[in-house]
C-alpha cells in the first residue's frame, strides 16, 4: 500500500489553510474569544506553525522543530493544551513519512513533556484533566500507523523495483538468445554453403585424372573461397557496428549469383520465379538463406544431377521451394534445416522438408509478408528430416 501523500503547490495550500483555519478556530473557542495578550500572541504561534507547513516535505525536521516549539510556547501562553497539537500531529506525520523515525519518537516525546507541563498547571491547584495521556496515545498511534504504512509502501516499491529488474532481465536474456541464434544461423549459412562447395570441388580434383578438369575445380574453389571471405567480412563488420542495420542487404536479388556458384559443382539448376511485391527486408533475406541452404544440402547429400527453385506469391505469404531429383533420404543430423525453421518461425511462417512427391527431396517455407515474430524457444512449424 503506498504511503498517502500531498502533491502540488495547490494540494499544499489547501492543507496549511484547512489545518490553520481548525487551528485558530479551536483557540477562539478554548479561549472564549482572543481578548488578551496570551491569547493574541498564541494566535500568532499557532499561524506562525500552520504556515511552517507549507515547507514540511522540503524541511521536514526542521518544520517539526518549530511545531515542537509552538506546542510550548502555546502552553506557556495559555497555561493548557490545545488545537495547536493538529499542527504538530501534521508535521509529526511528516517526519516519519519522510524515514526520521528516530527524530520523530524525539520530538513525540518532548511534545508530550510540553504538553503534560501545560496541561498540569491550574492556578486553582486541581490537577490535570488526563489530556496528556490522551496526546501520548494519539502521537504513538501516528508513529506507529505511519511506520507501517511506510514500511508497506518502501516493501512495494522494492517488489515492483525487483520485478522491473527481473522482467529486464528476462527480456536482455530473450534479445541475447534471439541474437545468438541469428549470428548461428548466419555464419553457418555464409560458411556452410561456401565451404560445402569447396569440399565438393576439392573432392573432384583429387578424383579427377584431367588435368584441365582439376583446374576447373581448383578455379571454382577459388571463388567459392573468395566469396566467403567477402560474406564473412561483412557479417563481423555487422556485429562490429554499434547501430547495426535491422536485416542484411542480401535477399533474391543475389539469387542468380547463388545459382551460379553452386552450379559450378555440376548442378543444373532452373529457376522459376513469379513476380512478386518487394519483399520485406527480413523475408527477402530468410528467402535467401533457404534457397542458399537448401542448395548446399543438395550438393553434399542429396547425389541429385538437378534441382529446381520456386518462388511464387501466395496470398498473404510468399512460397519459397527447393525441390531436387536426388535420393530423397536425408543426410546426416546438422544444423541446417534447424537453422531453416528457426528463421521461418522468426517470421511466423512454416517450414516443410522430407521426400517429395515425385521422388527426390523437398523443401517448402511459406513465409508471410506481413511477419508476426515468434519468441525465442517457441515450438517450431517444422516437418520432415534434418540436414
Request: glycine share 12%.
Amino acid at each position: 500500500m503506498a504511503s498517502a501523500r500531498w502533491h502540488g503547490p495547490a494540494a499544499n495550500t489547501a492543507l496549511v489553510l484547512a489545518v490553520g483555519l481548525v487551528a485558530v478556530v479551536g483557540l477562539v473557542v478554548q479561549s472564549h474569544g482572543v481578548d488578551t495578550a496570551a491569547d493574541r500572541a498564541a494566535l500568532l504561534v499557532v499561524l506562525a506553525a500552520a504556515g511552517a507547513l507549507g515547507l514540511r516535505r522540503r524541511y521536514p525536521v526542521a518544520v517539526g522543530l518549530v511545531a515542537l516549539a509552538a506546542v510550548g510556547a502555546y502552553g506557556a501562553l495559555l497555561h493548557r493544551p490545545g488545537p495547536i497539537m493538529l499542527v504538530f500531529v501534521v508535521a509529526l506525520y511528516t517526519v516519519v513519512d519522510e524515514g526520521h523515525l528516530a527524530v520523530a519518537i524525539g520530538l513525540g516525546f518532548a511534545s508530550v513533556v510540553a504538553f503534560a507541563a501545560a496541561d498540569g498547571f491550574d492556578p486553582t491547584g486541581n490537577t490535570g484533566n488526563g489530556a496528556t495521556l490522551l496526546h501520548a496515545g494519539w502521537l504513538v498511534a501516528v508513529i506507529a500507523g505511519v511506520t507501517r504504512n511506510r514500511r508497506a509502501y518502501l516493501a512495494e516499491v522494492r517488489a515492483r523495483t525487483l520485478a522491473a529488474e527481473q522482467r529486464a532481465g528476462e527480456e536482455a536474456r530473450r534479445r541475447a538468445t534471439e541474437e545468438r541464434l541469428r549470428i548461428a544461423r548466419d555464419l553457418h549459412d555464409v560458411l556452410g554453403h561456401h565451404l560445402s562447395l569447396i569440399n565438393v570441388q576439392a573432392s573432384a580434383a583429387l578424383h579427377r585424372p584431367d588435368p584441365a578438369r582439376s583446374e576447373q575445380a581448383l578455379v571454382a574453389i577459388k571463388q567459392a573461397s573468395k566469396e566467403t571471405l567477402h560474406e564473412l567480412r561483412a557479417a563481423l563488420d555487422t556485429l562490429r557496428q554499434e547501430d547495426a542495420p535491422a536485416a542484411p542487404a542480401t535477399g533474391l536479388n543475389h539469387l542468380y549469383e547463388l545459382v551460379a556458384t553452386a552450379g559450378r559443382s555440376g548442378l543444373a539448376i532452373r529457376t522459376e520465379l513469379v513476380e512478386t511485391s518487394p519483399l520485406p527486408p527480413q523475408v527477402d533475406l530468410a528467402a535467401y538463406r533457404i534457397v542458399q541452404e537448401a542448395l548446399t544440402n543438395v550438393t553434399r547429400h542429396a547425389g541429385a544431377g538437378s534441382a529446381v527453385i520456386r518462388v511464387r506469391p501466395d496470398g498473404d505469404d510468399v512460397l519459397v521451394e527447393v525441390e531436387d531429383d536426388g535420393s530423397g533420404v536425408p543426410g546426416p543430423a546438422g544444423n541446417g534445416i534447424r537453422g531453416m525453421g528457426e528463421r521461418v518461425r522468426a517470421l511466423g511462417g512454416a517450414l516443410e522438408a522430407g521426400p517429395g512427391p515425385g521422388g527426390g527431396f523437398l523443401v517448402r517455407a511459406r513465409l508471410p509478408l506481413r511477419p508476426t515474430p515468434v519468441p525465442a524457444g517457441a515450438p517450431a512449424a517444422l516437418s520432415g528430416g534434418a540436414a
